[in-house]
């Protein structure tokens, strides 16, 4: 079992920036890929970006490249999502999750091969 805990949400003016941050606990953090996804109040939940578990390589969703920002620190335990010039369509919860990918690379965007979640943390953008 993974254990997932999401940190650093909260209200921002558009053209903000905020750093959410995700502490995991209860496994080798770095035998897991990790993602940030999101759910908009009336739509279904959908990806944000993925990093691998040595955070070699990442993948951002079109919505948000060259804004926002996936990291991981294995030694912490912890992956972060740095937000910039952020705008109201980027009001949503925020949800860190985790994937067992021992001996790969590969970075998923799907929902399912994530096999962890945290609770979610509220992100409110002001126009």
């Known amino acids: 079992q993974v254990q997932l805990v999401e940190s650093g949400g909260g209200l921002v003016q558009a053209g903000g920036s905020l750093r959410l941050s995700c502490a995991a606990s209860?496994?080798?953090?770095?035998?897991?890929?990790m993602g940030w996804f999101r759910q908009a109040p009336g739509k279904e939940r959908e990806f944000v970006a993925g990093?691998?578990?040595?955070?070699?390589?990442?993948y951002d969703a079109d919505a948000v490249k060259g804004r926002f920002t996936i990291s991981r620190e294995n030694p912490k335990n912890t992956g972060y999502l740095q937000m910039n010039s952020m705008s109201p369509e980027d009001t949503a919860v925020y949800y860190c999750?985790?994937?067992?990918?021992?001996?790969?690379?590969?970075?998923?965007?799907?929902?399912?091969?994530?096999?962890?979640w945290g609770q979610g943390t509220q992100v409110t953008v002001s126009s």
């Open positions: 209860g496994r080798t953090f770095s035998n897991y890929v």
């Open positions: 999750a985790a994937g067992y990918r021992s001996h790969s690379d590969y970075v998923p965007r799907r929902q399912p091969e994530y096999g962890y």
């Open positions: 990093i691998s578990r040595n955070g070699r390589y990442t």
